[in-house]
């Protein structure tokens, strides 16, 4: 059994939302939106229908000002440094675009595949970073590579995709600023588990992972002296336009109503307050993997003790994670994510089956969970 104890925050969380229809283990990918987030985007798109797109626009200015400043205070910036994008990798694609000077980039050997294929597509030649075994940056292997020969940028994803990992954010930002070099922080998985306010020059990351809020939506974050070196892309910075990168990046036409619903829930999460929301993760991260290793043969793959709630689980022999996953929705209505190795390339040898349950998961799902993972090891699965 597990010892996970219920508390106030998973209660509140919990009760804040629809009810879960089945085990939902799968924040990593979409956490559940609460009846607030909800609420607002649906109550925007109906006030465009009531006054029109651009009063309605209008009329939420304050609301999406409220959500770059809370976006602002995650990260250790002004509210006047965030741009609304329609997710991650949107806005890695916009920073890259833009970046001055030589296209030289250090990251970690598990970097995000997509980031990578980003990093190509604009000409970004990338040197890896030493990491132990766990694919954990080593600050010092760090400082050591920078000082020897300096990228023009470090590119650091807080936590991966594909594994559980903590990344020591803010050593790794300090030894990006002992050498000079700007430092971009991916926090798709990191923003909601790690403190993210380390003085990154820019920070990225997307709505409905670990702040709960809508699909298709995310934020880049740049440091005002990032932004003044970054050079506009479109309009080109030739023509004469009193509009500055930053300006640049934030698309008029958009979903505005996921903007909204995206800073109710990041209200919300300031709310809960972000260090009790990361220590309730990390304890639940334990739980989890204190619970799920060995059994039905699946290994867990982070240190047991990893600040985060993110287990991924190698399966045994001759197991094909896709297929269990399947089979847990349909037969167990759990929801987990299979990992492939195009996640991190250079790092995940083969597929992995990832649980990343939010704060409101309580002992009986981690134990349904372990049970269905102890019977689809005996039951013969149909592919
Ligand atoms: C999900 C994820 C992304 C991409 O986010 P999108 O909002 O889908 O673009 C980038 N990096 C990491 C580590 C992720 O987990």
Redesign the pocket.
């Known amino acids: 059994m597990t010892t996970l104890a219920e508390d106030d925050l998973a209660r509140d969380w919990r009760s804040a939302r629809p009810v879960a229809a089945g085990v939902h283990v799968d924040s990593?990918a979409c956490s559940r939106q609460s009846f607030a987030t909800i609420d607002a985007a649906a109550q925007h798109a109906r006030h465009e229908a009531e006054v029109g797109g651009y009063v309605a626009a209008a009329a939420a200015q304050s609301v999406l000002d409220a959500g770059r400043a809370g976006i602002g205070a995650l990260i250790g910036m002004g509210a006047d440094d965030v741009a609304f994008t329609t997710?991650?990798?949107?806005a890695l694609d916009l920073l890259l675009g833009s970046w001055p000077g030589p296209r030289t980039v250090a990251c970690a050997l598990g970097e995000?595949g997509?980031?990578l294929a980003l990093m190509a597509a604009h000409g970004f030649t990338v040197s890896p970073l030493a990491v132990d075994e766990h694919g954990r940056v080593r600050a010092d292997a760090v400082a050591a590579a920078l000082h020897a020969d300096s990228p023009a940028l470090v590119h650091l994803?807080g936590i991966?995709?594909h594994r559980g990992v903590a990344q020591p954010l803010a050593e790794v930002a300090d030894a990006c600023r002992t050498a000079g070099v700007p430092l971009v922080l991916?926090a798709?998985?990191a923003l909601g588990q790690l403190d993210c306010a380390i003085g990154a020059d820019a920070v990225y990351s997307?709505s409905r992972?670990w702040m709960a809020g809508p699909r298709g939506v995310?934020f880049l974050a740049v440091r005002p002296g990032l932004a003044q070196r970054l050079r506009r892309r479109v309009p080109p910075p030739e023509w004469e336009l009193p509009i500055s990168a930053m300006q640049s990046f934030e698309q008029h036409e958009a979903n505005l109503a996921a903007r909204v619903g995206f800073s109710v829930a990041v209200g919300q999460h300031l709310a809960a307050g972000p260090a009790a929301v990361r220590a309730r993760l990390a304890s639940i991260g334990r739980a989890t993997r204190t619970l799920l290793d060995g059994v039905g043969g699946w290994r867990v793959v982070e240190p047991r003790d990893e600040r985060t709630a993110i287990t991924t689980l190698a399966p045994p022999a001759g197991v094909q994670p896709a297929v269990v996953r399947d089979w847990l929705i349909t037969e167990r209505g759990i929801v987990t994510t299979v990992a492939e190795s195009a996640r991190a390339p250079f790092e995940l040898t083969g597929p992995v089956l990832r649980l990343s349950p939010h704060v409101d998961v309580t002992a009986a799902d981690l134990q349904a969970c372990a049970e269905a993972l102890e019977s689809a090891a005996t039951t013969p699965i149909r592919t």
């Open positions: 990593a997710g991650s990798n949107h995000y997509p980031n994803t991966g995709s991916d798709a998985q997307s992972k995310g």
